[in-house]
C-alpha cells in the first residue's frame, strides 16, 4: 500500500473564504453546496494528468474547498491502457469513504478499469455515507453499480482532466448544481439551443440512468446492472466506429433492455464516424423502444454538456426535458 493517511496530498483552505474564482476565462461560481467542504480525488481507471489535477485543486481551492489527493492516484500503470493494481485503486476508494470529512468524491479521469472493482467496494460503507461520486466515460461501470445497491450518489459530471474548462459553459455549471440541489420543474434549455433530431416522436418520463454505451453493455449479466424497466436511457462513446455502435444496440435488443426502457435519448459520439452513418444506425433501432428517441444531447466527452444525477425523474415532451428531480 502505498503511504499512509499523513502522507496524503492535502490542501487545507477555510472553507467559507471563496465563493468564486477567476480562472483567466472569467468569474466561475462554486457550483458545489456548501456542505460540500473536502473533496478526495481517486483514480478509479486510468492514471490522470497532474497538471490537470493542479488545476482542478486550485479551482476547488478557490470555492473553498479542500481536496485530498489520494495516494495511489498516481501509481504506475501495468501496460498500455491498462491501470494502475486494482488493489491499489479500490484502497484509495475505501479509505476515502472511511474519512468522515470527506463530502465528496471526484474521479480524476476515464479509461478503463472501474468495473475491476466493483466486488471490491465496500458498498455498505458508500451506502451509510451517500455522498456523491462524480464522473463518466469508464465511471459508468462504478455509477450503475451505485445505483443497483442503491449507495451513495451518482453524478455523471466532468472529472479532473476537464473540470476548470468545463465549468465555464454555463449550461455544465447549472446541470452540476442543480444535481445537488434539485429544483421541480427545472428545464434542461435544449430545444431551443442545440440541434436535437427526433428520430421517433412520443412523450416518455422515468428515471434517466446517462451512460456510456459500450460500458453499459459490458455490464449485461453482471448483479451490478440495476433494473432499467421504464428507464429514460441517455447513452454516449468515444472513438467506437459505426459498426460496433450496432452491434452494441444489437446486444442491448437481444438483452431486452431496448423494450423496457421508456425513451432513448442519443448524447455525442466524438469520433464515431459521421453522423449520417450514425443516425442509420439509430433510425434502425428507434422501433425497438415504446417511446422517443432522440439523437443530438449535449452529453458525452465534451465539455459544454449535461450533468446528470442517476435516478432523477425525466419528462420529455417535444424535445423539451423537465427535471423533475425526485430522487
Request: glycine share 8%.
Amino acid at each position: 500500500m502505498a503511504g499512509s493517511m499523513s502522507q496524503v496530498k492535502n490542501s487545507k483552505v477555510r472553507p467559507s473564504m471563496y465563493s468564486c474564482l477567476n480562472t483567466g476565462g472569467g468569474m466561475i461560481k462554486n457550483p458545489f453546496p456548501k456542505h460540500i467542504r473536502h473533496v478526495a480525488i481517486v483514480s478509479l481507471a486510468g492514471k490522470p494528468n497532474r497538471d490537470a489535477i493542479s488545476s482542478t485543486r486550485k479551482l476547488l481551492k478557490g470555492f473553498g474547498i479542500r481536496t485530498t489527493v489520494m495516494p495511489n492516484v498516481f501509481a504506475p500503470e501495468l501496460g498500455d491502457k491498462l491501470p494502475s493494481p486494482c488493489e491499489l485503486r479500490i484502497s484509495d476508494f475505501n479509505r476515502a469513504l472511511k474519512d468522515k470529512t470527506v463530502d465528496l468524491v471526484l474521479s480524476s479521469r476515464g479509461g478503463y478499469g472501474s468495473a475491476q472493482m466493483l466486488d471490491k467496494v465496500d458498498w455498505q460503507l458508500l451506502e451509510k455515507r451517500n455522498i456523491p461520486v462524480l464522473g463518466y466515460s469508464d465511471i459508468t461501470a462504478f455509477h450503475l453499480a451505485m445505483f443497483a445497491k442503491k449507495a451513495g450518489i451518482a453524478i455523471s459530471s466532468p472529472m479532473t482532466s476537464e473540470l476548470p474548462r468545463a465549468l465555464r459553459h454555463s449550461l455544465t455549471w447549472e446541470c452540476l448544481s442543480s444535481s445537488f440541489s434539485p429544483s421541480p420543474g427545472h428545464i434542461f434549455p435544449l430545444a431551443e439551443k442545440y440541434k436535437l433530431k427526433v428520430i421517433k416522436k412520443g412523450k416518455a418520463s422515468g428515471r434517466i440512468i446517462p451512460v456510456n454505451l459500450t460500458v453499459l453493455t459490458t455490464m449485461i449479466g453482471t448483479p451490478y446492472l440495476p433494473d432499467l424497466k421504464g428507464a429514460v436511457l441517455l447513452v454516449e462513446d468515444l472513438c467506437e466506429p459505426p459498426y460496433k455502435l450496432d452491434r452494441y444496440l444489437t446486444h442491448l435488443q437481444l438483452a431486452g433492455v431496448l423494450k423496457d426502457i421508456s425513451a432513448l435519448l442519443l448524447g455525442n459520439f466524438r469520433r464515431c464516424g459521421n453522423e449520417k452513418e450514425r443516425l442509420k444506425i439509430f433510425a434502425k433501432f428507434a422501433d425497438k423502444v415504446n417511446g422517443p428517441v432522440i439523437s443530438g444531447i449535449p452529453f458525452g466527452h465534451i465539455k459544454r454538456r449535461l450533468c446528470i444525477r442517476f435516478g432523477s425523474e425525466i419528462e420529455i415532451d417535444n424535445g423539451k426535458f423537465f427535471a423533475k428531480q425526485k430522487i
